[in-house]
Nanobody, 125 residues
Framework: QVHLVESGGGSVQSGGSLRLSCDAS?????????VGWFLQSPGKEREGVAT???????TYSDSVKGRFTISQDNAENPVYLQMNNLQPEDTAMYYC??????????????????WGQGTQVTVSS
């Protein structure tokens, strides 16, 4: 059962930008929540990219720091992942995940129970 809906994926050339959107409004009206973005490349395990919590605190993986920005204007709005200076190694299926009520907010797959079906990002050189 899909609980979150991602959009915004597509194909771009190296150096280009995309903005992914995650509709998590069903969950982000809670007083405590965490929304994260994960990626999964073919043949590899899913890995965390970025997270944002109800206070607006963000975390990023080292591979995307300075290039990707996770944001949410307010609790009713989508959570965005702005991806700049995309490189071929960023090619992956990108998933949005959410968790409600916890005190942590780290990009660790096992700590999220609510997921979307993913959106494909392809970067060509």
């Amino acid at each position: 059962q899909v609980h979150l809906v991602e959009s915004g994926g597509g194909s771009v050339q190296s150096g280009g930008s995309l903005r992914l959107s995650c509709d998590a409004s069903k969950y982000t009206t809670a007083s405590s929540y965490c929304v994260g973005w994960f990626l999964q490349s073919p043949g590899k395990e899913r890995e965390g990219v970025a997270t944002i919590d109800a206070d607006g605190t963000t975390t990023y993986s080292d591979s995307v720091k300075g290039r990707f920005t996770i944001s949410q204007d307010n609790a009713e709005n989508p959570v965005y992942l702005q991806m700049n200076n995309l490189q071929p190694e960023d090619t992956a299926m990108y998933y949005c995940a959410a968790e409600v009520g916890g005190v942590w907010c780290d990009p660790i797959e096992s700590e999220f129970t609510i997921w979307g079906q993913g959106t494909q990002v392809t970067v060509s050189s």
